[in-house]
Each structure stands twice: as C-alpha cells, then as structure tokens.
C-alpha cells in the first residue's frame, strides 16, 4: 500500500530522485556507487518499490546526506506501516460485515452501548476515518459478542438492530472517505439489513441515503437516484427527509438537470423552515442546517455554470461560516473542507481564479490524515479545469496545478 506524503515532506523516492539529478548522476552511475540494479533504484524513485533499510544507508553514504537520506526511509516506512494496518482493519471488517448479512435472521442480545455508539456519531464529525474505522470495529464486535451470547429480553431486539445498524453506518462512512467504495456498500447493505429487522424508518432513510452517497461516488447516478427516492417512502423523524431530498438535487445535478436539482433543493428548504421534530443521534446521523447548504454547493458544481455555479459559491460560502461558528464538536471538519473546495471549483466556473484559489488555499495545507478520499477526487476535478479555457496557459493557473499536482509527493 502506497504511503501518502504532503509538499513540505516528498516520498523517499522522489528525495532520492532530486538528489541524484542535482548531481547529474545516471542510474547507472548510482547503481555503480550502492551496488544495487539500475532498474530497481528506476522503480523507487517513481514510487513502484519501496526498499530495505539497507539501500538507503548505502544511498545516504553515497550522496553525503549524513542521515537525512535514511530519516526519511524511516518516515516513510513509519507511515507505510500505518496504512498497511489500517488496509488490513478495514479488510477485517468488511468480513465481519459480511457475515453478519448471512447471519441476520438470528435474534440476540441488546447491549448498553448507545452512548459508545452517539460518541462515535458525534466524534466523525472531527476524525480522521482511520480511527474511527477502528473504534466502530471494537465496539460492533462487543455487539457481536453479546448477540452470540444470547441475553436478551425479547422487547430489546429492536434496539439492538438499532443500535447494530449504526456502526454499520459509521463503518460504511469509514470505508468510503478510506476510498473503499466496495466496502462502504457491504457495510451500508448490513446497515439496511438491521433496520429492516429493527423496523425503524429513520436509519431507513439514513441508510438508503448513505447508500446513495456510494453510488454516486461510483458514479452511478441513475442507481443512486432509485436509492434516495426508495428512502422517501419511509416516514421518518428529524432530518432524514431533508437530507434525501438533497441527495435527489444531488443526482440531477450529476444527471445536468439544472431545473430538478435547484426545485428539489428549494423543497428541502422549505421542508428544513417546516421542522418539527430532531434527530434520534446527531453528528453522522444528523443533517445540520450547514451540511444541507453544504450539499447545495456539492450539486450545483456538476451543471454548466452561470447561475448554478453563482449560487453554488454563495451555498458552499454559506456552510463554510456556519462550520465556523460552531463548537469543535459539532463541526463536520471533512465536510468543510470539501465545501472550500466547492467554494473554488464554483468560482473558476464563473472565470475567478484568484478568489478560486483563496477558496482552496486551506485544503492544500491539510495533514496527510485528512486527505480523504473526496477531497483528492474533487481536487483532481479543480486540476484538470485549470488545464482548460479559459485557464490553458495562464501562469498562475499553472502553479496551481502543479501544487495540486504534487500533493502525493
């Protein structure tokens, strides 16, 4: 598994790369000074082989970096390691997802863990995924214990679905910012399984949403419109309704249905104005007045500017400030910074680059940790419109690009 690197701390083989054409050395040249093949030393400078400590003790003392070359193998090996648990945790849960699709039709225990499963929810707001991943898997796996064990009261089952479907929920969300569709729609359909046994419209709705979310991050749009309008149909409290119909604007936008994604996000307005109940859980569960402006922006960014783009900007700026205002706890900081890169990706719509990329300027600055995967699938989108009229050719634009470009390392 490929390690991920910011600007400021490039990957050890384009370190090594830069060192070896400072000093105009041919790969057989360096091959000849560390006694390793050219075609090797080739394959990690462009990332495709990371080697033992050895070869960069040997490429350390052949360039004279004095320990520099080997600190950064050691922290590439470092963050490797990090990626390589956290591809076998979220291997590991997927099974266990699985499994429990198989095994649905059994009854078991409920177990008093709704304040660890509302901590989790609340807690995703400001995580990175990688940890919650994990913190999902422990707690679900109590759950499991407990359902094996047999002890509960006949009128807890209901709530154990329930609670049992919301860390499906939290393991789906986790798995898709880890870019791992496949795994999010396991998770999600194990997520729908326990609803319909809990027979509760609300995760119903979340999940039918939820399941939308990964269609449409596979892009496939029409599939990801039968699921939101099937979750309609479910009567739910709080703000489950508001939110599909946002997924609904959602795939007309994606669709280029200018019409049917602005009336259906004036509904959910008008539907958010007419709110008489909460949430049962909030955090991953809710839909706050920032994430519904937050969606706005994330639709209207697919049709063909103009208007929708000018209304996208000012939707994205919106959620932005409402994220702001907010206590640490409440603010969605992934959702926020995928609304900065809205925000931009509106504004080049609308032929402003300098505004473009203040809007993007906080996202190019975030941690490797935070890097989801929307964020590197929208800010690859933002890239390639630098690349075309009416940017194609402008400096500033292609400074841009290639800060964007070098991210990865």
């Keep these: ?118 901590g989790l929810a609340m807690a995703y707001l400001g995580t990175p995924p990688g940890p919650m991943l ?115 604007a959602q795939c007309h936008a994606n669709l280029g249905d200018s019409v049917g994604a602005n009336r259906t996000l004036d509904l959910a307005q008008t539907e958010r104005e007419e709110l008489a109940t909460t949430d049962s859980v909030d955090g991953l569960f809710g839909f706050s007045v920032a994430k519904q402006h937050y969606y706005a922006g994330s639709s209207l960014i697919w049709l063909a500017g103009g208007a929708d783009a000018e209304r996208a900007a000012r939707e994205a700026e919106q959620a932005i400030t409402l994220w702001e205002k907010e206590p640490p706890e409440s603010r969605s900081l992934d959702d926020e910074a995928l609304a900065h890169v809205y925000q931009g990706t509106a504004l080049l719509q609308v032929g402003d680059l300098d505004s473009a990329t203040a809007a993007i300027r906080p996202i190019l600055d975030l941690p490797a940790d935070r890097q989801i995967s929307w964020i590197k699938k929208r800010l690859a989108r933002f890239a390639a419109m630098l690349r075309a009229d009416p940017y194609r050719g402008s400096s500033a634009a292609d400074d841009l690009y290639e800060e964007i470009r070098n991210l990865g390392g």
């Design 1 to 118: 598994m490929a390690a991920t690197h910011s600007a400021d701390h490039p990957s050890f083989g384009a370190q090594l790369r830069r060192l070896r054409a400072e000093r105009a050395w041919s790969l057989r040249d360096l091959a000849e000074r560390i006694t390793y093949n050219r075609g090797y030393i080739g394959k990690v400078e462009q990332g495709e082989k990371f080697p033992e400590r050895q070869f960069a003790e040997r490429a350390d003392q052949a360039f004279g970096t004095r320990g520099a070359l080997v600190g950064a193998w050691e922290a590439e090996a470092s963050e490797r390691h990090d990626a390589e648990r956290t591809g076998r945790l979220l291997t590991a849960s997927v099974k266990d997802s699985l499994r429990l699709l198989t095994a649905a039709e059994e009854r078991h225990d409920l177990a008093e863990i709704s304040d660890g499963v509302g």
């Design 134 to 248: 994990q913190g999902a898997v422990e707690l679900r796996g109590e759950v499991l214990q407990r359902l094996r064990e047999r002890h509960y009261r006949p009128h807890e089952l209901k709530d154990l679905y329930l609670l049992l479907g919301r860390l499906q929920g939290v393991l789906a969300y986790a798995a898709l910012d880890l870019g791992s569709a496949d795994a999010a729609m396991t998770h999600a359909q194990a997520a729908w399984t326990c609803a319909e046994h809990a027979g509760d419209n609300e995760l119903r709705a979340w999940t039918r949403g939820t399941q939308s979310l990964i269609a449409r991050f596979q892009g496939n749009y029409a599939h990801a419109l039968d699921y939101v309008h099937d979750g309609l149909r479910y009567k739910a409290r709080g703000t489950g309704r508001i939110r599909l119909l946002c997924g609904v």
